[in-house]
Nanobody, 125 residues
Framework: QVQLVESGGGLVQAGGSLRLSCAAS?????MGWFRQAPGKEREFVAA????????YYADSVKGRFTISRDDAKNTVYLQMNSLKPEDTAVYSC?????????????????????WGQGTQVTVSS
C-alpha cells in the first residue's frame, strides 16, 4: 500500500506560479497529476515515469507546466507557470507501483492504483 500526500496548492493571480509536491510512502513506477474543477470531470494534467525517463502533458498545459520527480525522496513535483483562471481546480496526484504507464495510458486515471487527497489551486483574474 502506498500513501500519497500533496502540498503546495493555494491562491495565486493569473500569470503567477505555484509548485505542487506529492510525497509517496513507497517506490512508484508512474506518477501523474490530475485535476478536477467544480462541475467538470477529472482531467489528466501530466505524468512521469520512474527515473523521469518519459514525461507526458495535456495539451492545455504544455509549455506552462513541468513535471519532475526525485526518486530518492519518492516525490513528484508539478511546476506551474503562467497560470490562468481556467487552471483553477483540485489537483490530485496518482501513482502505480508495478505497472509502467506510457503514452496515452498515462492519461487514463483508472489505470492508477493510488491517489492522494488533492490540493486546491485557485487562480484569480
Amino acid at each position: 500500500q502506498v500513501q500519497l500526500v500533496e502540498s503546495g496548492g493555494g491562491l495565486v493571480q493569473a500569470g503567477g506560479s505555484l509548485r505542487l509536491s506529492c510525497a509517496a510512502s513507497g517506490r512508484t513506477r508512474t506518477m501523474g497529476w490530475f485535476r478536477q474543477a467544480p462541475g467538470k470531470e477529472r482531467e489528466f494534467v501530466a505524468a512521469i515515469t520512474w527515473s523521469g525517463g518519459s514525461t507526458y502533458y495535456a495539451d492545455s498545459v504544455k509549455g506552462r507546466f513541468t513535471i519532475s520527480r526525485d526518486d530518492a525522496k519518492n516525490t513528484v513535483y508539478l511546476q506551474m507557470n503562467s497560470l490562468k483562471p481556467e487552471d483553477t481546480a483540485v489537483y490530485s496526484c496518482a501513482a502505480t507501483m508495478g505497472r509502467l504507464l506510457s503514452g496515452s495510458d498515462s492519461s487514463r486515471g483508472h489505470l492508477y492504483n493510488y491517489w492522494g487527497q488533492g490540493t486546491q489551486v485557485t487562480v484569480s483574474s
